[in-house]
C-alpha cells in the first residue's frame, strides 16, 4: 500500500550538471504531476503526464526541463545544465484520473544548487 | 498573477478551540476546491475537498465552506490540537481545464498551542 515514492530525497548538483529526479506514482494511479516549491512560496505546476504521454506542460520552463513517464517505469524530471535559481523542492503528486480527484504527494526532492 | 490567495501568512489559536483558515480565488472557471496540509520536509498531504456544486463538506472535525458568489472558501478545524500545526495550502482547480492541474495559496501557517 505504498504511496507516491520520490528519490532522491536530497540532489546536490554543480552549476552546468544534470539532474534526474524520479517519482513512481502510487498503485493504480496513471496520472501524474510535478509541482515545484521554491522558498516561502507555495507549490507551482510543472507539468502532467499520462503514460507515455505528456498532456499540459504549461508550466515548465521553455529551455533545459523536460518530462517523461514512459510505459514501464517510474516518471522522471530532468533538468539540464542546472542553474542557481533551480534550488528548490520538486514534489510529484499522482491520481486515478485526471479531474476532480485528489491528488496524493510524494515528500518531494530538495535540489541544491552549489 | 495570482489565482489563489491566502491573506493570512499565519494563524495562532489555542487547543480545543476552533481553526479558521481562509482562501479567496479569482478565477470563476475553478469548480473543484481541496486544502492541503504540510509538515516541513514532508509532501503536502490531502485534507479535505469540495465540488462547487456543494457549499459545504465535512470530515470528522474538518468542514470545508464555498461562497462561490464571494470566490470565498474555509476551512474549520474543531476542536483544534497540537498535531494541526502545520502549513496549511488551498488549492483550485477547473474541470473545463481538462488537465487538473491545482492551483496552490501560498500557504498559511498555524500553530496550536497546548
Known amino acids: 500500500n505504498a504511496g507516491v515514492m520520490q528519490n532522491p530525497r536530497h540532489l546536490v548538483r554543480r552549476r552546468g550538471q544534470e539532474a534526474r529526479l524520479r517519482c513512481s506514482p502510487m498503485?493504480?494511479?496513471?496520472?501524474v504531476y510535478w509541482y515545484r516549491q521554491l522558498p516561502e512560496e507555495g507549490l507551482k505546476f510543472m507539468v502532467y503526464?499520462?503514460?507515455?504521454?505528456?498532456?499540459?506542460e504549461s508550466g515548465m520552463p521553455k529551455e533545459r526541463f523536460s518530462a517523461e513517464f514512459p510505459k514501464e517505469g517510474p516518471s522522471i524530471l530532468r533538468i539540464q545544465q542546472v542553474v542557481r535559481g533551480d534550488s528548490a523542492a520538486y514534489f510529484c503528486?499522482?491520481?486515478?484520473?485526471?479531474?476532480?480527484?485528489?491528488?496524493?504527494f510524494g515528500d518531494g526532492t530538495r535540489l541544491s544548487i552549489l | 498573477d495570482q489565482q489563489v490567495k491566502q491573506n493570512s501568512p499565519s494563524l495562532s489559536v489555542q487547543e480545543g478551540r476552533i481553526s479558521i483558515l481562509n482562501c479567496d480565488y479569482t478565477?470563476?472557471?475553478?469548480?473543484?476546491f481541496l486544502w492541503y496540509k504540510k509538515y516541513p520536509a514532508e509532501g503536502p498531504t490531502f485534507l479535505i475537498s469540495?465540488?462547487?456544486?456543494?457549499d459545504k463538506n465535512e470530515d470528522g472535525r474538518f468542514t470545508v465552506f464555498l461562497n462561490k458568489s464571494a470566490k470565498h472558501l474555509s476551512l474549520h478545524i474543531v476542536p483544534s490540537q497540537p498535531g494541526d500545526s502545520a502549513v496549511y495550502f488551498c488549492?483550485?482547480?477547473?474541470?473545463?481545464?481538462?488537465?487538473?492541474?491545482?492551483?496552490f495559496g501560498q500557504g498559511t501557517t498555524l500553530q496550536v498551542k497546548p
Open positions: 469540495i465540488s462547487s456544486i456543494k
Open positions: 498503485k493504480g494511479h496513471s496520472h
Open positions: 478565477n470563476s472557471m475553478f469548480d473543484y
Open positions: 503528486a499522482s491520481s486515478p484520473i485526471g479531474s476532480n480527484q485528489p491528488q496524493h
Open positions: 488549492a483550485a482547480s477547473g474541470f473545463s481545464s481538462n488537465t487538473g492541474k491545482l492551483i
Open positions: 503526464l499520462q503514460k507515455e504521454n505528456i498532456i499540459d
